[in-house]
Nanobody, 123 residues
Framework: QVQLVESGGGSVQAGGSLRLACTAS????????MGWFRQAPGKEREGVAT???????SYADSVKGRFTISKDHAKNTLYLQMDSLTPEDTAMYYC?????????????????WGQGTQVTVSA
């Protein structure tokens, strides 16, 4: 089993930045794909960014150039640096981990999900 705990969410004004963190524990060595997803009220969950164990990344078009996914292997922690935030980025953000290689932003490869951290961006 893998446990994922997100942190770093909060409220920020448009144009600001936040860095989300996802700390993994448990059976993590075979986590080939990790990623961030988000869900806004009344909307479907959408993939934000994924990163496989070889460092290959994928981003949603809406966040390219503004968000950066990275991983600190020593700390077993996945990060999402979010810059130039807009109100459209307001959502619950979820971390996910899977034993298969990433397939772009496909959610089906993920086996484990965190509880989420709220990001609110005001105009």
């Amino acid at each position: 089993q893998v446990q994922l705990v997100e942190s770093g969410g909060g409220s920020v004004q448009a144009g600001g930045s936040l860095r989300l963190a996802c700390t993994a524990s448990g059976y993590t060595y075979s986590a080939y794909c990790m990623g961030w997803f988000r869900q806004a009220p009344g909307k479907e969950r959408e993939g934000v960014a994924t990163r496989d164990s070889e460092g290959t990344t994928s981003y949603a078009d809406s966040v390219k150039g503004r968000f950066t996914i990275s991983k600190d292997h020593a700390k077993n922690t996945l990060y999402l640096q979010m810059d130039s935030l807009t109100p459209e980025d307001t959502a619950m953000y979820y971390c996910a981990s899977g034993h298969r290689y990433c397939e772009g932003l496909e959610a089906g490869v993920f086996n484990y999900w965190g509880q989420g951290t709220q990001v609110t961006v005001s105009a």
